[in-house]
Nanobody, 124 residues
Framework: QVQLVESGGGSVQAGGSLRLACRAS????????MAWFRQAPGKEREGVAR???????IYANSVKGRFTLSKDNAEKVLYLQMNGLQAEDTAEYYC??????????????????WGQGTQVTVSS
């Protein structure tokens, strides 16, 4: 069974930084596509960053140059370092995993495993 547990959300002022962490089951961490999505109130869930089993990383255009995705292979933790946070980054952030080595597109139904979410609030 794949388990994803997020942590690290919180409230910051615009321009600040946060680091989200997602602790994953070992098999998923090593073999599946891992990603971060976010969902703001009244909006659809959207992809933020993803990494496939080969280590290729894709970022959403809205976060390129500000967010960095990384994996701690020893601890089986997926990190999302968020710098230069803006009010529009305010959302519930979810760690997700697609049970395949490749990630494909940002299609929510492809990701069969989800964490419980962690709130990020950025005040301007």
């Amino acid at each position: 069974q794949v388990q994803l547990v997020e942590s690290g959300g919180g409230s910051v002022q615009a321009g600040g930084s946060l680091r989200l962490a997602c602790r994953a089951s070992e098999y998923a961490f090593n073999h599946f596509c891992m990603a971060w999505f976010r969902q703001a109130p009244g909006k659809e869930r959207e992809g933020v960053a993803r990494i496939d089993s080969a280590g290729a990383i894709i970022y959403a255009n809205s976060v390129k140059g500000r967010f960095t995705l990384s994996k701690d292979n020893a601890e089986k933790v997926l990190y999302l370092q968020m710098n230069g946070l803006q009010a529009e980054d305010t959302a519930e952030y979810y760690c997700a995993s697609r049970p395949a080595g490749r990630c494909g597109e940002w299609h929510v139904p492809l990701y069969g495993y989800w964490g419980q979410g962690t709130q990020v609030t950025v005040s301007s």
